[in-house]
């Protein structure tokens, strides 16, 4: 399983939690800000836009713009995906910048170019 929380920055350990505003890694004990990763991502220039150009950050919930074909299996138009990880440039596979869990599908890495942000 993909975790949708951002690997250990001392250990690169995937296996990282989130206690009380605080990332801590099981496996070093390192403990550090989310918001604070996150205000360093945003520092290096790096903004992921999605299909109508709204800007898309690590928390997001957003909704399939197009049907996506997975195996013989479809995610519809619409379906709606919480929480969402905005990938840094360097664990893009290829075009997919988002790591999301995706209801009946489980975790995958999207396009930016297909999905929509929810906003209130």
Not at 44 to 59: C, F, P
Not at 80 to 92: A, F, Q
Request: charged share 25%; aromatic share 4%; with cysteine.
């Amino acid at each position: 399983m993909t975790s949708l929380l951002p690997p250990c920055p001392q250990c690169s350990s995937a296996y990282t939690y989130e206690d009380r505003g605080l990332l801590v890694c099981p496996e070093c004990a390192h403990e550090w800000s989310a918001s604070a990763e996150a205000t360093a991502r945003q520092g290096a220039g790096e903004i992921v836009r999605d299909a109508v150009g709204n800007e898309l950050k690590s928390g997001d919930d957003v909704t399939i713009a197009r049907d996506l074909k997975v195996g013989n299996k479809s995610i519809k138009v619409g379906t709606k995906v919480k929480n969402i990880r905005v990938l840094p440039p360097e664990e893009h596979i290829g075009d997919h910048d988002i790591d999301a869990k995706v209801p009946g599908f489980g975790p995958m890495g999207l396009k930016s170019s297909v999905v929509k942000k929810i906003t209130e």
